[in-house]
């Protein structure tokens, strides 16, 4: 690592919010851009810069900083520089020249401990003095700070955003309570916290430590899909966490409780132990579910007559399911129909379309991504959109965004249809309902032997298992459907019945190998050559699923040989390296969190855009279309031809999707998909993944590697077991 020292001559770049810093640096008559965190530097002045050097592609060499130190100009020269340089608002060159002149190097002593002085110089006033020495001490007070932080091990831009929210109150915090930053800092959790916490000394057995920790762990049960923790699972996972002993947790659990920050619940069953927020948004999703389900009186006959009308018009015939559930729609305010591949649930939600739109009605469809939703629509005919766009998210601060659907607003539908429900989580629950004005017809469709949302809650699943709304369950095959091999099986291994895997079938598939290298090689050969003839479609339409990420058969590892085969290297694509991944023009790629400000654009003929909007979302699937090195930047395209530009340091929210899991696939279809089964362990290798797998593909299903992992799978039904109440909930108000 190098020191250079030098005057900050001009500031090229700075991002306010995180103080990323392009600069140019002069020391004698050599002139260095430097770029890093350089937290509230101004023009003018003096630094010492620790780092290397390195050289960029478009604007050469630079010097990268690691560190850096302000140092005082300590003659006239360096003094006058500074604050001529604009640093000091309200002090040109002229006027730092008149300064200087007058108190030499006795200036910053002045502007520090005699600011009154200043007036002395023509064209300041007692006024002007004093906002001087004011901006002064800011700046010094700032610097302080800053150093003062990093002592503690904190990045420069983590250590902006403390000093932003705190100011002054920093050393308070710090001596006090460091994990009070978990609280109020964006971006600090228990981790960052616990590690600035012993850097100051905090002992490991601290309440505020204890707290903390205890309230990560509920949050991260949170990303685990629960709402609640047991009380004895949480003292295990926080012993594990803390490694301390805690003697007495209930002491912990009831300040905490105090403070807001968790609600506990007594139950028959045991100790539950809620985050605040996530038995708030379970309560009232509870809530507002009661206030929708309101039945009615209806007269069957009329309604029958209608659905016999409409069968003639389409030459549909539905079976008696499935008119029941059209009963139950025009009946209920709250509806789930729910049933397998097959089932006719599709052919359903075209007749409750066809019976309300004769009715008069305006009828909203959506679906939690956006492959569901252009599967709704091309079924449908009529336009679905995501629930996101549905509620009208827009971007928030710190990432995050909201609805301008929502009570104040609400969705101005009389019926909404919503498919693939089992995707849908508490949050997202929550933020639908509370658009849904009462008298308003909730429809929700889907299959609960789906694998759950990957956020928190089973919503589909404890509202049917409550039994305190009107459920309609399709299960017949039709005949179709039932010359499906895809269908059947399914069906099959959701019952966990045995599957012929002899190959017999047009549509399903098991090539039976033990070897980890011969099954990729298999994997490749059908993407490339068998598959895309045999379904009518392009290779990038073919999708790997896989159980797990790690591993060799794991997205990760598949991914990298994938791309060398399905999209090797050319002069003529270009390529940037991003950490650990090499992203090239033409990748499959994913997005791998929810991020509402990111703008997007369709673009019509000659490049100009004629749809704009906000918003790309978790698991959401496109493919690189140009890495420009001069801009720094990626464009994606995704569905519906949105195009999205990243800058290259936003490309961790993407990976490659040549193959996915298939958690991840989800509400996805594909014309086929190639399942990769070898080994994995037996928490993840259950029926319904196995059985979700299997239900993304339309035209055909190939499975290779070992039938015996097949078949533990379809006996394995110990789903990971999902901590929530709101089936508890409902039947809890709705009994009242």
Known sequence: METIEGYVDHIIFRNEENGYTVLNLVSGNE??????????????????????????????EQFKAESYELKVPEDAAAMERYLGSGAIKGIGSALAARIVRRFRGDTFRIIEEEPERLAEIRGISERKAREIAEQVFEKKDMRRAMLFLQKYGITMALALKIYQYYGARIYQVMQDNPYQLADDIQGVGFKIADEIAREAGVALDSPYRIQCGIYYILQQAMADGHVYLPSDVLMARAAELLETELDDLDAHLAELAIRNRIVIKEEEDGKKIYSTMAYRLELNTARMLTDLNITGEVDEEVIMQRIRETEKKSGTQLDEMQKRAVVEAVRCGLLVLTGGPGTGKTTTINMLISYFEAEGLHLELAAPTGRAAKRMTEATGHEARTIHRLLEVSAGTEGSGHFERNADNPLEADVIIIDEMSMVDLYLMHALLAAVTVGTRLIMVG????????????????????????????????????????????????????????????????????????????????????????????????????PMRKGPLGVERLNRILQEYLNPPSPSKTEYEYKDLRFREGDKVMQIKNNYQIEWQIRGRYGIPVDTGQGIFNGDMGIIREINRQTERVTVEYDEQRQVEYPFSALDELEHAFAVTIHKSQGSEYPAVVIPLLTGPRLLMTRNLLYTAVTRARSCVTLVGSEETFDRMIENTSEQKRYTTLQRRLQELMSL
């Not at 091999?485 to 190998?513: C, M, Q, T, W, Y």
């Open 31 to 60: 002139e260095t851009t430097c770029v890093g965190n350089f937290a509230m530097i101004s023009e003018g002045e003096l630094i010492e810069v620790k780092g290397t050097w390195i050289s960029h592609s478009t604007y050469g």
């Open 447 to 546: 299959d609960m032997n789906q694998l759950p949302s990957v956020g928190p809650g089973s919503i589909l699943r404890d509202i049917i298992q409550s039994g305190c709304v009107r459920v309609v369950r399709l299960s017949h095959i039709f005949r179709q459907a039932s010359e499906s091999d895809i269908v059947v099986n399914a069906h099959r291994i959701n019952r966990g019945e045995p599957v012929r895997l002899d190959n017999h079938s047009r549509d399903f598939f098991f090539l039976k190998r033990q070897d980890v290298n011969v099954i990729i090689s298999i994997v490749i050969q059908l993407i490339r050559e068998k598959l895309p003839g045999y379904v009518k479609a392009q290779p990038y339409d073919i999708q790997v699923l896989t």
